[in-house]
Each structure stands twice: as structure tokens, then as C-alpha cells.
DNA sequence: GTGGTCTAGACCACT
DNA sequence: GTGGTCTAGACCACC
């Protein structure tokens, strides 16, 4: 697994981003047991301390629930999972909008654009 | 003028981008003169070096123009600044593809999502 | 090995020329393993990064490959050697008209002018 | 008047080269006098006895007859010029010929080669 | 003053 | 060990 962590921004910030990345992917399936903090820190070359912050950031948010005695789970709320999975998506659709604004691009043409670029790639 | 470099990757690299984006951007308009190697330099606390190097890339691109004694200058073919504007673009667009995909979403549907999202901002 | 490196032009120049020589001859084979920026450096007593400007060079035209830690390679592309070989005789070919015809011969006649010669070497 | 001597070859060899060529290329035309060592001498920057050395040389080839009162003229003799003219294209040649095969062109092939490139020129 | 080239020497990442 | 990047400082040609 590669972890790929820089000191630009704060490591569990970055640790957040990834777990939730493989649990909207499904590297970690709905209701699946999560490893547990020490073997993720392990993996991750980090300090336990830090992953537990991460962790505790997704539990916030939903997408992981504690079973005090058992572990941590990815949810079983599919709903939960498809809200985040937006939510990321919405980041991206803006962030890129704003990239391509800065290029120059309106809005408008800017769905035109990708139609053309999409069949060029056929 | 932030230059904003990191360590990341390569300085001179990162100076190509930004210099490109200025120029696509019309911060520098077509024909006009850049400033010199050694203010850019300074500029951007860069050896001179490097600074060569990087607009030395941008001139084997051709959007800029090299008059040995007199300096350098951006081109007057608006024609290689759009193909250069194109070419981000459809960097842009792919990337974006590709991590939509990461999240989940065939390309057919992406365009659909935008659509939604653009029509929730108004 | 001669370098024969003069002052008219760059150095790294002419290590280009010189380079794309030994691989159009074959004095480099395709797939080879050049040897490394150092040791042609120490070898035709040039600084190690003049000798990178050259080899870069040639990257760029594609007659090289950079491996980034085992090395630099001659590409194995036979098409890439010939088209640099074709590029090199054109030049040859047009240099050497452009000379007869400041001798005042007409295109038409040199060509007859040739036969006469290898004619006479014979 | 560009004379455009370098330090690689010796200064008279290179004056011989211009006025000869000069002469064929009919800038000097046959019977024209020619202008004073003196003067000649400045135009090329060069020092009268140089400029006398290189004269004295295409005197002694025929191309230049020194009427000693009046000064230097090109022969009339279109038979000499002729023969200037065919040494030198003969060299040019010879030499392409010898380029060429460095390149790995076969002798019988360089005339389609050029005759190639010819078609490709129009 | 401009850009172009070159050297010397350093540090980095990768394997 | 490999190539890649960067700095510092020098000299050149051109105008």
C-alpha cells in the first residue's frame, strides 16, 4: 500500500483523504473491519497517535463506526458512503471549474469542450 | 508576483507552468517583452540558471521568442498561445476524468453530474 | 577517442553532432548502454553538465533513452536512427548544392557534373 | 565586403579562397582590375603583406595577371577561370561524396538520394 | 545592457 | 553507482 505522504499538509489530514478514498472505492467494503490503529500506523510509517485523529475525523463523519470492544467498521449505510462519494465529487467538478476558468474557459463552453475532447479520445 | 515554489518538483518546471499561465492568461500579453533572465531571477530568488533554463523550455515550445541582444518576448501567434491553452485544458479534462473515475463514475455520467451541479450553483 | 572540440561553436554542440555520429554509424549500436555522463565528461574533458546538455539533446530527438538510474541507452527504434540519418544526408545534400551553385552551376548540371566525375575516379 | 576570417587556418589561405571565389562567381569579372593591396588590405582588416601573400598565390594559378605599372587584373583567359572553377567544384565533390559515406550511403545510391530530395524541393 | 555557454561543486532520489 | 537539479560565478558576443 502505498501511502505517499507529504509535509505539505498535516499527515492525518492526508490519512483521512486516503482511507476514505479505499472506502468510497471499496478497498474496504461496507460493514468490513478496519485493521486496527497500531497495524495501520504500522503500514503507514506514522504514529499510532495520528492515525487514531484520522480515524476519529471518520468517524465524524459517518463513514466509520467504533465498536468499542471489537474494532472499527465501515458503515453499513450505503447512503452514508454515496453522501460522502458526492461530496467529493462536487469538490472536484469545482475545483476543475476554477481551473478552467483560470485557463480562460466559460462555463458554457466548457461542457462543449469536454464533448470534444471525449470523442477525440475514442 | 508570489512565485509560490515547492520542493516537490523541479523549480524550473514549476517556473515553466507558471510562466506559461501568465502568458495564456494575457499577464503577458502577445509581443511584449518579458524582463530579463537575472530580474526574473531575482524575482523569484532563482539562480539565473535556472531561470534559463526554464525559459528556454518555453521557447522550444514556441510561445516565446528569443531576440539574442535585445531579450526575450512573448509570440505574436495568438495561434500558439490557443494551442497551448488547449493542450492544459484538455490536461485538465483528463485528469479530472480520471479521478472521477477513481470516485466511481463512468464517464457517461459525469457529464450528467456537472450538468446538475452547475444548474444547483445558479 | 577525438573529440576535437573547437571554439567556433558550443561545445555541447558539437558533442551533439558527434554523439548522433557514433550512433548513426553504429559505433553506439541500438539498445547500448551509453557510457555515463561522468566518464564521457572525464573523456572528452568537458564539464560533466555540458556533456548533460548534449545527451539531453539527443533525448529530446529521441535517438536516446534515459533509464533515470541505470543509465542512458541508444533507442532501439531502428525508424529513429533512420530518420536522424535521412535529416543529416538532406542537410549534406543541400549544403553541398547551395556550394555549386555560389560555383555557378545550375541544378540540372550537377547532377550530369557527378556522373562525369565518379566517372573519372574510377 | 563580409570577410569573415577566422584563426583556424592561416590568414592569406582564407583570402585566397574569397578573391578566388570572386573571381569565379564573377564579382571580379574577367580583365576587371582589381583594387590596391592597400586597399584590399583594409577592407579585410589584414595587414598589406598578408593581403600581398594571398595575391601572389592566385597570380602564380593563373588567375590573376600583375601588370606592373598599372596593378593586378583578372585574366582574360575564360579557359583559366574555367579551370578554377572545376577544381573546386570537383573538391566539393569529393568531399560530399566522403561525408556522405560516413553517413553509410553507398556511392550508387547518393544519386537517387539526391534526386529524391530534388523531387521534394519543388 | 541582453542572452548564451561553461565550469566547479553540491545535493537529491533511486536501486 | 546512475541521472537530475541547483547554485555561484565566470566569460563571451552582440548592440
Same mark, same amino acid.
Not at 497500531?38 to 468517524?59: C, D, H, I
Not at 458503515?75 to 461530496?87: D, F, L, N, P, V
Given at each position: 500500500?502505498?501511502?505517499?505522504?507529504?509535509?505539505?499538509?498535516?499527515?492525518?489530514?492526508?490519512?483521512?483523504?486516503?482511507?476514505?478514498?479505499?472506502?468510497?472505492?471499496?478497498?474496504?467494503?461496507?460493514?468490513?473491519?478496519?485493521?486496527?490503529?497500531? @497495524?495501520? !500506523?504500522? &503500514?503507514?510509517?506514522?504514529?499510532?497517535?495520528? *492515525?487514531? =485523529?484520522?480515524?476519529? $475525523?471518520? /468517524?465524524?463523519?459517518?463513514?466509520?463506526?467504533?465498536?468499542?470492544?471489537?474494532?472499527?467498521?465501515?458503515?453499513?449505510?450505503?447512503?452514508?458512503?454515496?453522501?460522502?462519494?458526492?461530496? @467529493?465529487? !462536487?469538490? &472536484?467538478?469545482?475545483?476543475?471549474?476554477?481551473? *478552467?476558468? =483560470?485557463?480562460?474557459? $466559460?462555463? /458554457?463552453?466548457?461542457?462543449?469542450?469536454?464533448?470534444?475532447?471525449?470523442?477525440?479520445?475514442?
Amino acid at each position: 500500500m502505498a501511502w505517499d505522504l507529504d509535509s505539505d499538509r498535516p499527515i492525518y489530514s492526508q490519512i483521512v483523504d486516503i482511507v476514505q478514498m479505499q472506502i468510497i472505492s471499496g478497498t474496504y467494503a461496507p460493514g468490513e473491519k478496519l485493521p486496527s490503529v497500531r @497495524l495501520l !500506523a504500522a &503500514e503507514a510509517s506514522v504514529n499510532p497517535n495520528t *492515525m487514531q =485523529k484520522a480515524l476519529s $475525523e471518520l /468517524e465524524k463523519s459517518g463513514l466509520i463506526i467504533t465498536k468499542r470492544t471489537s474494532g472499527r467498521f465501515v458503515t453499513e449505510e450505503h447512503e452514508m458512503i454515496g453522501q460522502a462519494r458526492k461530496k @467529493l465529487a !462536487a469538490n &472536484e467538478v469545482t475545483t476543475f471549474f476554477e481551473k *478552467m476558468e =483560470k485557463l480562460g474557459f $466559460e462555463k /458554457e463552453n466548457i461542457l462543449a469542450l469536454i464533448q470534444d475532447i471525449l470523442r477525440e479520445e475514442q
